[in-house]
């Protein structure tokens, strides 16, 4: 009886009858060059938060006016995905338009990252920040990135963490050394007794007393002889 029910089944399917649902994965999408899709991953620069210790790189995804088709999400991937020494941690996300973010594989482009899962119309844009752990540099396709709309998406490299250095703490701050202020002169003592007002004066001004001595150069030295008389030497 089974025999004969496997058997009509399988008749049936060679015939056309019977036949089974097709599975659906992401090889089913079609990926298509970027410069033929209108759609745009722009890497917007990063920044070093000193204080929480944390870098953050920010996306920008668009589409042209004349684009195909809208986007239906774009995912940033995780970076350095094939060096196992290097381990970023994603601390904080922030999206404009607010939209849903989502982490993980994405199924239908097997990027795996942090996704935008917000619709973005033909001459529109949003912007992705991530914010990792630690300091870093930049480095130019450290991320695979993709952008999804319809039944196409696109693959590109973009921007992202240093791939060849662990996230690294900040170097401590070392203040500059500091310089002494210069110190005022201490108050006088009004116990003291105070200089003499004429030093402070201008010394043309002062009262000064010139003796002067004049000599007769005419006037010879005299001597008396034994006579008594007076003369001249």
Not at 30 to 58: A, K, V
Not at 152 to 157: E, F, G, N, Q
Request: net charge negative; hydrophobic share 30%; aromatic share 8%.
């Amino acid at each position: 009886m089974k025999k004969f029910i496997i058997g009509g089944i399988v008749s049936l399917f060679f015939l056309g009858i019977v036949s089974f649902p097709a599975f659906s994965g992401p090889h089913n999408f079609t990926q298509i060059p970027e410069n033929e899709s209108g759609w745009h991953i722009n890497f917007l620069g990063s920044i070093y938060n000193s204080q929480e210790n944390t870098t953050t790189f920010t996306y920008e995804g668009s589409a042209d006016s004349n684009a195909d088709h809208d986007i239906s999400h774009f995912v940033i991937g995780y970076p350095c995905v094939n060096d196992t020494d290097v381990d970023w941690q994603v601390i904080d996300t922030y999206a404009e338009p607010n939209g849903s973010i989502e982490f993980g594989l994405d199924p239908t482009t097997s990027v795996d990252g942090v996704k935008y899962d917000t619709g973005i119309s033909k001459g529109s844009s949003a912007i992705l920040s991530i914010t990792y752990g630690g300091i870093t540099g930049t480095a130019p396709d450290s991320s695979l990135a993709t952008v999804k709309g319809s039944t196409d998406y696109i693959l590109v490299k973009v921007p992202g963490p240093v791939c060849d250095n662990q996230p690294t703490q900040p170097k401590p701050y070392t203040p500059p050394p500091l310089i002494p202020l210069p110190t005022q002169p201490k108050p006088l003592d009004p116990t003291l007794p105070t200089k003499d007002p004429n030093l402070t004066k201008d010394p043309t001004t002062l009262d000064t007393q010139i003796i002067h001595q004049t000599i007769d150069l005419n006037t010879q030295p005299t001597s008396t002889d034994n006579s008594g008389r007076k003369k001249q030497k």
